[in-house]
C-alpha cells in the first residue's frame, strides 16, 4: 500500500516517534508519563504487543526502566530497533521481536499469549473493526491494552490541518524543476561555467525568491511552517552540487518524494483522528469482543488535547 510506502519513508530516516525532531529521542512529557503509568502495570517477564510500533520509541523506555518484558513490535511499515534501544538492549534478557508488514488486524501470534497490548497513535490506523477483535484474540484473561489515539480537537490534528493548508504543491514543483535545471547545466557546461549559464541563474533567482518569502518569516502564527522546512532543505541541494549528476538526481527525487509523503502522512493521521462519538462507538465495540474499557479520557498538557486515553482489561468468560 502507498501509505505503507510513505511511513516507510518517515521511519528511515531514523525518527523514533511519528512526532520526528518534536520527539526525537522518544515520547517524554505527559506521554512518556502516561506510559511510565502502564508499565507499572505489566507482569514482569510479561509478552507485549505494541501496534504500530514505528522505530520503536516504547521499547526504549522498557529498557530504560530496567524492565525485563518480552517486546514485539508490530508495524505495517518497514521499521526497525532504534540506537538508543539497541544500545541498551544488551542488559536485556529478552531481545525483542519487530513483526513488519503487518498491520493490526492480523498478528502472527498466538491466542491468548499476550499479556498487554499496548499502542501510541497507531491501531486507529487500522481497520478497527478486524484489529479489535484480533487485540482480543491475542491477550490472555485480564490481559491488559493500554492505547493513545488521535483525537480530531487535538493539538496534533491541528498543527496537521495547517501544515496540509500550508502545502503549496504549484511552488514546490517550481523548486523542483529549478534544481532540475541547475543540475542538468552543471552536467552540460560544468560547474565552472555554471555562473555563464542564463538557465541555471534563471533557476537559481526563482529558488532564492521563494527562499525569501518563506524563510524569513519565522513567527509561528504568520509563517508558513511546511514551507518552510521545504525550501530549508531544498537549499542542501547546494552542498552536493559538486558531486556526480547521479547524486545530485537522487538529492532531488528524494526530495520530492518526501514532501509528497509528508502531505500523505497529515492527511492520512486526520482521516483517523476520533471525537466524542467516534469513541463511544470504540468502546461499543470492545464490549462486544470482550474487552472492557475501563478508563476513557482525553491526555493533556499546557498546549492543550494531546489524545485520547484508552485502558481496559480482557473480560474473563
Known amino acids: 500500500m502507498k501509505q505503507n510506502e510513505n ?26 508519563q502516561w506510559w511510565q503509568t502502564v508499565l507499572q502495570r505489566l507482569p514482569e517477564g510479561g509478552q507485549v504487543v505494541d501496534l504500530g510500533c514505528g522505530n520503536t520509541a516504547l521499547l526504549t523506555a522498557i529498557l530504560e526502566a530496567g ?12 521499521v526497525s530497533i532504534n540506537p538508543r ?58 490481559g491488559r491494552f493500554d492505547w493513545i ?18 502545502y503549496n504543491a504549484v511552488e514546490i514543483e517550481r523548486v523542483v524543476l529549478a ?11 560544468g560547474l565552472p561555467a555554471l555562473k555563464d ?18 524563510l524569513n518569516d519565522t ?9 518552510f522546512e521545504f525550501l ?7 552542498r552536493v552540487l559538486k558531486s556526480p549528476e547521479s547524486e545530485r538526481a537522487a538529492f532531488i527525487s528524494n526530495l520530492s518524494q518526501e514532501f509528497e509523503a509528508y502531505h500523505a502522512r497529515f492527511s492520512q493521521m486526520l482521516s483517523v483522528v476520533k471525537s466524542d462519538e467516534d469513541m463511544k462507538q470504540l468502546t461499543r465495540l470492545c464490549s462486544q469482543h470482550q474487552l472492557s474499557v475501563l478508563d476513557l479520557k482525553t491526555l493533556n498538557d499546557e498546549q492543550g488535547i494531546l489524545g485520547w486515553v484508552v485502558s481496559g482489561k480482557k473480560a474473563v468468560l
Open 149 to 166: 489515539v488521535h483525537h480530531a480537537d487535538s493539538v496534533v490534528s491541528r498543527m496537521s490541518r495547517r501544515a496540509i493548508q500550508e
Open 7 to 32: 511511513w516507510s519513508k518517515f521511519w528511515a530516516q531514523g525518527h523514533v516517534t511519528t512526532f520526528g525532531e518534536f520527539f526525537k529521542e522518544g515520547y517524554r512529557g505527559e506521554i512518556g
Open 232 to 238: 530549508s532543505s531544498s537549499l542542501k541541494f547546494f
Open 85 to 142: 534501544a539497541s544500545t541498551l538492549l544488551v542488559e536485556s534478557m529478552f531481545p525483542p521481536k519487530l513483526l513488519t508488514g503487518y498491520g493490526a488486524e492480523s498478528v502472527p501470534l498466538e491466542s491468548g499469549s499476550v499479556d498487554a497490548v499496548v499502542s501510541v497513535f497507531g491501531i486507529e490506523y487500522a481497520e478497527l473493526s478486524k484489529a479489535i477483535p484480533e487485540v482480543s484474540r491475542l491477550l490472555v484473561p485480564e
Open 179 to 189: 534544481l532540475k535545471t541547475i543540475s542538468a547545466e552543471a552536467a552540460r557546461v
Open 197 to 214: 549559464s542564463a538557465r541555471a541563474e534563471a533557476a537559481r533567482a526563482e529558488i532564492n525568491t521563494l527562499a525569501a518569502q518563506y
Open 219 to 227: 513567527d509561528l502564527n504568520t509563517g508558513n511552517g511546511t514551507m
Open 67 to 78: 524492565l525485563q518484558l518480552q517486546y514485539i513490535g508490530v508495524d505495517p511499515a518497514a
